[in-house]
RNA sequence: CGGGGUGUAGCGCAGUUGGCAGCGCACCGCGUUUGGGACGCGGGGGUCGGCGGUUCAAGUCCGCCCACCCCGACCA
């Protein structure tokens, strides 16, 4: 809580980002370096986030388990690129008990390999494909830059992990999750997100293919809000993860491995909120709506609050909060519910207890303009219909800002001027050292190979040979 | 690891020529307030990042160390 000024998005994005999640009380940095802790309001949405995730999860035949934090060393050098992607950034365990480890143990910064190695003992027949197991955790990576959420050298997320008996079905549930992603995204946290495959310099450690989901921030920054690899037959070799076919021959299976993690609070942050603070969608938001009683003195106190407790009840379908503190005035109370980003503020006066009102306040849209009266009769259904409203204009603006910040630049000298405020989606040859050039010049990297492209063929940005796909070019974080 | 910067109350900062460690916000108490960031009075809170040096005297000058932040290379 504090009543200076916010820095506005405009003045310096960073310190806006900064200060609204510390202000909105959704994390702090702790006393280690890299490393934040998550406080109750932000696990809070992180909770409604794995909600949402592992309901999907579920319905799609996947099942939770548990895989320990420590890995042994020897496991991690047994996939080639895998241990050349991750070794820079690992955090190594080699006391234990006051003796030296026999073998050091990895805090594990991904689980493929611990996984891999339990899926050698436990599978061994078609019958038991495909395996689909999840896993909520936490992971570590040694970073050297960090920022609250967005890359901490601790981080909370899921990583699913299956196996399967051939590549389509490896494929396939790649595909499916990004797909889940996708739909997680755009539906429960109004983030549009652009489906897409990873160029090769950019896909994960081990895999064969990644895919992602990339998301606009408010300053045009790309941020990758999710990914799924499909690992092919990598960690199935180097783990022997094999299972006799139908014909009693031995076969490597092909596994998938896919995350979201509590990098997607930053993503909701940067795409909703505005210089008064947070902006949460309703269907995620710990609190959808907070009631702000008013009043002059101890009669009317009473009168306001028969009739907020009223109202509480009414409205019991919903996360509500009613901000019943004494020591501070509306104003207040309305700055700091801003700040927190609540998507929906319910005034109730002496006014309202009159008339049989309530005003309302969209967070979405600041000041006189978002603020209708309703009357207190059936207002859990206009306050349904309302948050709704606003779920939806969330996307609707977040889709706006995007799309007019994608640019489709004529020539390579285009493209360096666009990338420095937004997206380019431009055709691509597919070599590595076209990416490379632009990177250098420009700071902008591929994001995705878009799974929605245009059709036809073209010449590439960078060098002009034919190129058979579009890729989206931008800064990202 | 390279370049730049900052360490003084919970947060943000001031501290002159070396001379009693301060201000704003936050916090606690009492009272008045309450439809867009209320006000008055009273109060609590400090190993001035650490170690060493110079000096009658160091937050201030000198040296070394540590931590954190920003900019790069790496990344969900």
């Known amino acids: 809580m504090s009543n200076e000024k916010l820095t506005t998005r405009n003045e310096n994005y960073s310190e806006w980002y900064n200060q609204v999640i510390q202000r909105a009380e959704m994390a702090d940095y702790a006393p280690v370096r890299g490393c934040m802790v998550v406080r109750p309001y932000g696990w809070a949405l992180w909770e409604n986030i794995q909600q949402a995730l592992d309901s999907r999860f579920k319905a799609s035949g996947h099942v939770n388990a548990a895989f320990p934090l420590f890995i042994p060393m020897s496991f991690l050098e047994k996939e080639k690129e895998h241990v050349e992607g991750f070794s820079p950034e690992l955090a190594v365990v080699t006391i234990g008990g006051g003796e030296k480890l026999e073998e050091p143990l990895v805090v594990r910064p991904t689980s493929e390999t611990i996984i891999g190695y339990m899926y050698s003992k436990w599978i061994k027949s078609w019958r038991d494909l495909p395996v689909l197991i999840n896993q909520w955790g936490n992971v570590v990576r040694w970073e050297m830059r960090t920022r609250l959420f967005l890359r901490t050298l601790e981080f909370y997320w899921q990583e699913g992990h299956t196996a399967h008996a051939s590549l389509k079905e490896a494929e396939e549930e790649t595909r499916r999750m990004l797909d889940t992603y996708t739909d997680f995204a755009v539906n429960e946290a109004a983030v549009p997100v652009i489906p897409g495959r990873k160029s090769n310099t950019e896909k994960f450690a081990g895999a064969v293919h990644s895919y992602s989901i990339e998301a606009m921030m408010g300053d045009t920054k790309a941020l990758q809000a999710g990914t799924s690899h499909l690992l092919g037959q990598n960690f199935a070799k180097a783990f022997n993860i094999q299972y006799l076919d139908v014909n009693n021959e031995l076969q490597y299976c092909y596994t998938t491995s896919w995350g979201v993690s509590t990098r997607f609070i ?212």
């Open 266 to 477: 930053g993503a909701i942050i940067m795409t909703h909120g505005d210089d008064q603070g947070l902006i949460l969608p309703p269907r995620l938001a710990p609190i959808q709506v907070v009631i702000v009683p008013i009043y002059k003195n101890d009669e009317e106190r009473s009168k306001v609050m028969q009739v907020v407790e009223k109202l509480q009840q009414e409205l019991k379908a919903f996360r509500v909060k009613v901000d019943n503190r004494t020591e501070l005035t509306p104003g207040f109370k309305f700055n700091d519910w801003e700040m927190r980003g609540v998507p929906l503020r319910l005034e109730v006066g002496p006014k309202d207890v009159e008339k049989g009102s309530v005003m309302a306040a969209r967070r979405d849209i600041p000041g006189r303009d978002g603020k209708t009266i309703l009357p207190q009769e059936n207002l859990a259904v206009s306050v349904g219909a309302l948050l709704d409203t606003i779920q939806t204009a969330l996307l609707e603006h977040a889709i706006a800002f995007r799309d007019s910040h994608i640019h489709d630049p004529a020539d390579y000298e285009s493209l360096k001027q666009v990338v420095k405020d937004g997206w380019a989606l431009s055709w691509w040859c597919g070599d590595p050292a076209c990416e490379a050039k632009v990177k250098e010049d420009t700071k902008a990297s591929t994001r995705c190979i878009p799974l929605e492209q245009p059709g036809g063929t073209g010449k590439c940005i960078v060098c002009g040979k034919d190129a058979a796909e579009k890729v989206y070019f931008a800064k990202a974080y």
